[in-house]
């Protein structure tokens, strides 16, 4: 068993089990990538609150781990060569979980770089579209009285929204029959979307039926279920 405490965030978030893989994360759409992928794969893991409302993400301690302040980062004592091992960037982890574990990720060449771009896809176009289209619809950005910025998110959360709703058509995920890191990074963003942003009417989600469909299949996953509530908010 590896020792963690050369690692300055442990000292503020203590590992009760250090010989399992350390989360830090919040239940946000990029924080869930994490727990839901963790949870599909039985992988051992302490999941640790990074509480916004105490500033958390910019303490020292977290800092000394992921120097961007977001979440979610982690911290597997079982790293590669046996070593510890500090990440941040959820796109990053969920490959590394993928590869670590023999899961989730397709053992073909042209299969795999094929997730990966879907899961790229989310990365730099879903994730960054949705979130801005929060802040100008849910947040402080709804008091602007310039809707010009808002209707310019609503656009490209549609056209993003069209794009995967083709990609869906006749497949049960992004990868056709396989589940892959491509559906657990992109699901939970359409998932704040149209619940917690409440922007369905404005995207006009009622015309992407296919993305109900897979939203609802993916939702009833119990990895998934329990996945969405970790780190439970204090």
Known sequence: MNDLSAFPITQK??????DRLQLYSLPTPNGVKASIMLEETGLPYEPHLVSFEKNDQTSPAFLSLNPNNKIPAILDPNGPGG???????????????AEKTGQFLPADPAQRYETLQWLMFQMGGVGPMFGQLGFFHKFAGKDYEDKRPRDRYVSESKRLLNVLNQRMTGRTWLMGDDYTVADIATWPWVRNLVGFYGAGDLVGFQDFPELKRVLETFEARPAVQRGLNIPARS
């Open 83 to 97: 070593q510890p091992l500090a990440l941040f960037e959820s796109g990053a982890i969920l490959i590394y979980l």
């Open 13 to 18: 978030w203590p590992a009760q089990h250090p």
